[in-house]
C-alpha cells in the first residue's frame, strides 16, 4: 500500500506494483514515445494508460509532481520528460535596467539537478502571470505583480566542478517588486529542497549584475557572504569576487539591483543584532568553541570578552551540562539591544584570536534584512527570517 498526501484528497495506492509498472514505468520509460518538450495532449495520456481515465491519470501524476495542468482536458506539463536544450537568452539588446538574483549552492552529492522537475511542477503551480517556459534544467516565468507585469524570473540548475548550483535571475523595471518576486521564488525554491533533501546545506550567494547583462555569461558569477560581509565589515561599498582583480561591482548594484532607495531600507548582514543570526550558524560557533582549546580560546574567553564573566558559573552548572555554553553566552548577550554581529566579530578577532571562528561566521553570517523587520530581543537567539535569506539555507 501507497500513501500519497496531497493538499486536497490524498490518495491511497493498494498495488504499489501497478503503480511502479503500469504507472511510472509507462511514463518514464521509452523516451521516443513523448514530445521531447513533455507536452503531453490528452491523446498521448490515453496512449500511455488505455486503462484509465485520463482523469484519473492526471491525479495521480498530479499527487507524485510529476504532472502539471497547462489546459484542463487538454494539454498537460510532464517537466522531468522534458529534454530541451538551453534556449539562447538575448537580453542585451532589450535588457530591464534593474537586474540581480541569489544562487542557492549545494554539495554535488545533493543530486539538485534529479529534483529539478519538482521546482518545475511548483511554478506551474504557482500564481505567475504567464505560462512558464521550461528547458531541460531551467524554466522561465513572470512574476505575477501589478505594478511591474514585465517582472522576468530564470531558474536554472547547473552543476559546476564538485557543487550543485540554482541560480534564480531577475529582470525587471521596478526593483521594489523584483525584490519581492526574488524572496517568493526563493522560497519556493527552499521549500521544493527541504521536501525533497531535508537536512542538505545549502549556501546563498549572490549573482553579478554584470555578468547577468552579458549575453555570453550564461552562468553568471557569484558573491559568496565571506565576501560580501567582508566589504561591509571593512565599510566598502564594492564587493569583488575573490582572486578577480579586475571584477568589482557596487553593493547597492548585488544587493538592491542598483536602486537607492531599496538599498537604504536594507540593513547590512554585519549590522543585524545576533539574535537573528541562523541556528546553522549558531550550531558551527559552538562546534568551534564549545570543546577546551589548548589556549584558552574558546567559549569562556568569549564570555570573559563580551563582559559576562559574571555569568560563567550559572552557564559552567553541572545541571545544563548537556547545553551549548557557547549557545548559552550568545543567549545571555543577546539580551542587550546593542549586541551586533560587528560587535561580535571584533570580540573574535581581538580578544579570542581565533581565524578559523571569525572566517565560519563571515561565511554564515546573512547578506543583509530589511529595515522594516524587527527582530525579537529575547534569552534565545531568534531563527525566524522572512525578508532576506541567510547565508546558509539548511532548514534541518
Not at 542585451?92 to 529534483?115: E, F, M, N, Q, W
Request: hydrophobic residues 35%; negative net charge; aromatic residues 6%.
Amino acid at each position: 500500500m501507497v500513501y500519497i498526501e496531497t493538499t486536497t484528497d490524498d490518495l491511497i495506492v493498494l498495488n504499489p506494483r501497478w503503480l511502479c509498472e503500469e504507472v511510472l514505468g509507462k511514463l518514464l520509460g521509452d523516451m521516443e514515445q513523448l514530445p521531447a518538450d513533455g507536452r503531453l495532449s490528452f491523446a498521448h495520456l490515453s496512449g500511455l494508460f488505455p486503462n484509465m481515465d485520463v482523469a484519473d491519470s492526471v491525479t495521480i501524476l498530479s499527487a507524485l509532481e510529476l504532472c502539471s495542468i497547462v489546459a484542463a482536458g487538454t494539454w498537460y506539463q510532464v517537466s522531468c520528460r522534458n529534454s530541451l536544450p538551453v534556449p539562447y537568452d538575448d537580453w542585451k539588446s532589450d535588457c530591464p535596467p534593474y537586474v540581480g538574483g541569489v544562487a542557492l549552492v549545494a554539495d554535488s552529492t545533493a543530486h539538485l539537478r534529479c529534483i529539478f522537475s519538482r521546482l518545475q511542477h511548483a511554478i506551474w503551480n504557482a500564481s505567475v502571470d504567464d505560462r512558464p517556459s521550461e528547458w531541460s534544467g531551467g524554466i522561465q516565468f513572470r512574476g505575477s505583480s501589478e505594478s511591474s507585469p514585465d517582472c522576468v524570473i530564470t531558474i536554472r540548475v547547473d552543476t559546476e566542478e564538485d557543487e550543485d548550483v540554482i541560480r534564480i535571475i531577475c529582470r525587471s523595471h521596478d526593483p521594489q517588486s523584483l525584490y519581492q518576486q526574488q524572496q517568493k521564488t526563493a522560497v519556493t525554491v527552499l521549500r521544493v529542497i527541504d521536501t525533497c533533501c531535508p537536512g542538505v546545506f545549502l549556501q546563498l550567494r549572490a549573482l553579478s549584475p554584470r555578468d547577468i547583462r552579458e549575453v555570453d555569461r550564461p552562468r553568471p558569477r557569484m558573491y559568496s557572504a565571506l565576501e560580501v560581509s567582508t566589504a561591509q565589515l571593512d565599510g566598502r561599498e564594492e564587493v569583488r569576487i575573490d582572486g578577480d582583480e579586475e571584477q568589482e561591482e557596487s553593493l547597492k548594484d548585488v544587493l538592491a539591483f542598483g536602486d537607492e532607495t531599496l538599498f537604504d531600507t536594507l540593513r547590512p548582514g554585519v549590522e543585524l543584532h545576533v539574535s537573528e543570526l541562523p541556528m546553522f550558524t549558531r550550531c558551527r560557533l559552538a562546534a568551534l568553541l564549545d570543546p577546551p582549546h589548548p589556549q584558552g580560546r574558546d567559549w569562556l574567553l568569549l564570555a570573559l570578552g563580551l563582559g559576562l564573566g559574571d555569568f560563567v558559573p550559572q552557564v559552567d552548572a553541572t545541571e545544563t551540562a548537556s547545553l551549548s555554553r557557547t549557545d548559552r553566552i550568545l543567549a545571555v548577550w543577546s539580551r542587550n539591544d546593542d549586541s551586533t554581529i560587528r560587535r561580535l566579530l571584533g570580540v573574535v578577532r581581538q580578544t579570542l584570536q581565533r581565524p578559523d571562528v571569525e572566517q565560519t561566521l563571515l561565511e554564515l553570517t546573512p547578506f543583509c534584512r530589511l529595515s522594516s523587520h524587527n527582530p525579537r530581543r529575547s534569552a534565545s537567539p531568534s531563527t525566524e527570517n522572512n525578508d532576506v535569506f541567510p547565508a546558509n539555507c539548511n532548514h534541518s
